[in-house]
């Protein structure tokens, strides 16, 4: 997590857990507009005298609350919890430190962008990497439609990842590694050296302080450079995750803007903003707040 000025002492297992409680939250809050970006990026172009089913992210919303009912917005919410206490707790928990090996000990002053931008990158890959899985079974779930009683594919979160396992292989549960490492790698570099550089830039205008008010425009500003940036790999990681067409991440991104045009890539961008500047908001006012139950005391 960011911090500025005096640093407060937290352990690694206080800022993995501050992290994951902060992160689940967030997920909880807005996992419905994230339902609805999973789905906007899975429709397919149709033909020029054919409505699409999906428009806008309250117009998808609306559908898939009248078509499926209001619970169908929380769809994957089990696995979004998995993902965020495993991956939403190591990204953010290592940060700090990954950042430090970065600098080195003997460090003084602002850190350079460059290493918290690769401090983000990196713990993004380390944390997707193992929570891929959750990310999978998430994005299944969400994926599927209106289906007659009996018909869906899986019935719930842990029939999801043994059903995969038992009809695809274990090596299933890391369907899309590749384009998810790199979405969340880059996203997770925008979003935690962003919400670092906005605040330490915020922090030094007159006026301001470590407020709420502070950490509210760090986090807007966190979610809007993640979804600029990460938009396209989002778009193919979610279509390889949710549609077996695809052989590769390359053959999904070849296919996709072969068939749907450039503009496929930023599908759903303004949910996904919605999403993500929301998200950033609401987990980094969290954290801000739960991380200082973790502070050690001096001499503890």
């Known amino acids: 997590m960011p911090e500025h000025g005096s640093k407060p002492d937290i352990s690694f297992a206080g800022r993995f857990t501050a992290s994951a409680i902060a ?9 419905p507009l994230d339902t609805a970006k999973v789905r906007l990026q899975l429709q397919k172009n149709v033909a020029a005298d054919a409505a699409p089913k999906y428009r806008g992210l309250l117009g998808t919303a609306a559908t898939i609350a009248r078509e499926e009912g209001a619970a169908a917005l929380w769809k994957g919410i089990v696995p979004g919890l998995h993902r965020q206490c495993i991956y939403g707790g190591l990204r ?20 350079p962008l460059t290493k918290k931008i690769a401090a983000g990158f990196t713990t993004g890959a380390i944390a997707i990497s193992i929570a891929n899985p959750t990310d999978l079974v998430k994005v299944r779930l969400q994926a599927e439609g209106k289906l007659a009683p009996g018909a869906r594919a899986y019935a719930g ?10 009809q695809e292989g274990f090596a299933a549960l890391w369907t899309g590694i590749g ?48 979804v600029c940036v990460g938009s396209p790999v989002d778009v193919v990681k979610s ?21 749907d045009g450039p503009l496929a890539f930023y599908k759903g961008f303004l949910p996904n903003f919605a999403r993500l500047g929301s998200w950033n908001v609401i987990m980094f ?7 200082k139950l973790f502070v050690r005391k001096p001499g503890s």
């Open 179 to 226: 384009p998810n490492v790199a979405r969340n790698a880059i996203i997770n570099a925008a979003e935690l050296a962003s919400y670092d550089q906005v605040k330490q830039t915020i922090l030094k205008l007159p006026g301001f302080k470590d407020d709420v008010v502070t950490h509210l425009l760090s986090g807007l500003g966190a979610g809007f450079f993640a």
């Open 23 to 31: 992160a689940c939250f967030a997920e909880v809050c807005t996992i």
């Open 239 to 259: 279509r390889m995750m949710g549609d077996s067409a695809y052989t590769s991440t390359i053959d999904c991104f070849v296919k996709t803007l072969k068939n």
């Open 92 to 111: 953010i928990g290592l940060y700090e430190p990954v950042k430090s090996f970065y600098v080195g000990k003997d460090h003084v002053g602002d850190v």
């Open 157 to 166: 979160a842990m029939d999801a990842y043994a059903k995969i396992v038992r």
């Open 285 to 291: 006012l969290t954290l801000e707040q739960v991380q």
